[in-house]
């Protein structure tokens, strides 16, 4: 089993990733093709869970939903159509819920308070034995909601029985879902911060460095090395923004929409909403089971975080190559080679390139479920629940693994600051120079193309012309052109909002030390 659990100072998401066996043994498929003298090997072929028969567990239950059948599934149909492989993982927010349902019944005087005390009782054992390892999860039981409701009934008695009355598990579920992707997004919210806070640091250590700004990949511009940086963290807290956007749309209750229609019982939608923490009930009975807008969206945006952070991934895996040079990573965040002792690998920030791709590819598996299908609820929904979960886990990775990458380089300034003459980067502030002297923006642009091919043929840098060298290209340069070449002399010359010049990084930086609450 593989678990995940992530921690903030109000909420506790874990996410647990259960093996797709459970604990029951594994079929086997034997192949041996008539085309061949030689045995082929055994392949096994590991189902989401194996028959309980088999392993001489428990005989199967009646399903909760049994009265009109004659006959039980099949094992192959049982091991095709549970999920409690994977949405157990939703088991705490399965037994809020149903805290919260139960008071409700009691108050509408659907059951007694014994009943509700009782029900609150052993569904808080369930949870304790469930985080003590010591609860039974059985595929014939096939989903969390059922495993539950069937253990409150061996537990308490009649009562258990009593605690769908007005739920079915279509609204049961989205509840949950609701719930669990709520504290999933706070979880996500707290890693952003935190590379933001790697990131502002890094900066903050690089006060002054002058580094080659990039377009088509070519140099283009100096810039200072904290007003890229601080790039990324503009981009994170956009990414942080569409995650709460969608956490207050999707912060609306489903419960008490039952199947699909609503239910004839007296029950106080706005009581249990307000218990869970929901912004209101769901207007909308059909829309509440059947729409899954809610993880789309947060797919989407952690998709769109997950393009950022591959970006990053980049800008780093180059800058560490030999051709850079421009950062060296620490020991601590390098991986080695199999066969090339000498290499030391960038891996992380590789596979944070790499894994972008699967959180896409997770957004993309929801559309193509939820394309198409009739309203209300279809069992094509149950296959909603995997793609965010790995979603989840993965950026949740990727930002720490960034973060952790951002506390453990170098720049190498030096290296940095030998490669900045290359490339005429101060070439637009010489145009600007000329706009200043009242020459239009083009004919600069013409005079300064015409400078750097000189630049050019005489392998020199612009600073280097002599000042007779600029008058034989225009007449209108003087002395003060050399007040506006040089990558120090082009920064400092930067002075809109939000430019790389000295003074609008430091507004900058102090922006983002305050925000978020740096020393």
Known sequence: MESLSV????????????????????????????????????????CAAASQAQSGAKPKEAKLWGGRFEEGVTDAVERFTESISFDKALYKHDIMGSKAHASMLAKQGLITDEDRDSIHEGLTEIQRR?????????????????????????????????????????????????????????????????????????????????????????????????????????????????LLDCKERLNFCPLGACALAGTGLPIDRFMTSNALGFTAP????????????????????????????????EEWVLWASEEFGFI?????????????????????????????????????????LCKGLPLAYNRDLQEDKEPVFDSVKTIL??????????????????????????????????????????????????????????????????????????RSINPVFDKDVYEFLGVENAVKK???YGSTGSECVATQLDHWVTKLELD
């Open 494 to 496: 930067f002075r809109s």
């Open 130 to 242: 469930i985080e003590n390892g010591e609860f039974e999860w059985r595929t014939d039981r096939e989903d969390v909601h059922m495993n539950i409701e069937a253990a409150l009934t061996d537990l308490i008695g009649e009562a258990a029985k009593k605690l769908h009355t007005a739920r079915s598990r279509n609204d049961q579920v989205l509840t949950d879902f609701r719930l669990w992707c709520r504290d999933a997004i706070d979880a996500i919210l707290v890693q952003i911060k935190h590379l933001q806070v790697s990131l502002v640091q890094l900066a903050i250590k690089n006060e002054g460095l002058i580094v080659p700004g990039y377009t088509h990949l070519q140099r283009a511009q100096p810039v200072l090395l904290q007003h890229l940086l601080l790039a990324f963290v503009e981009q994170l807290e956009r990414d942080a923004g569409r």
């Open 397 to 470: 990775g990727m930002l720490e693994v960034s973060a952790e990458f951002a506390q453990n380089i170098t720049f190498n300034k030096e290296r940095i600051q030998k490669a900045l003459p290359a490339g005429h980067l101060d070439a637009t502030t010489l145009a600007d120079y000329l706009v200043n002297k009242a020459i239009p923006f083009r004919t600069s642009h013409d005079i300064v193309g015409r400078a750097v091919a000189v630049c050019v043929s005489k392998s020199c840098q612009l600073q280097e012309l002599s000042l007779d060298e600029l």
């Open 282 to 313: 769901m207007r909308n009975s059909i829309d509440a089971v059947s729409d899954r807008d809610f993880v789309l969206e947060f797919l989407s945006a952690n998709s769109i975080t997950a393009i950022h952070l591959s970006r990053l991934g």
């Open 7 to 46: 921690f903030n100072a109000t909420t506790s998401l874990s996410l647990s990733l259960f093996s797709s066996s459970l604990d029951h043994p594994k079929p086997q498929l034997s192949i041996t093709p008539s085309f061949s003298h030689r045995p082929m090997p055994k392949l096994d072929v590991h």
């Open 328 to 368: 060296t990573p620490s020991d601590a965040v390098s991986t080695g080679s199999s066969i090339m002792p000498q290499k030391k690998n960038p891996d992380p920030m590789e596979l944070v390139r790499g894994k972008s791709a699967r959180v896409v590819g997770d957004l993309v598996t929801l559309l193509m």
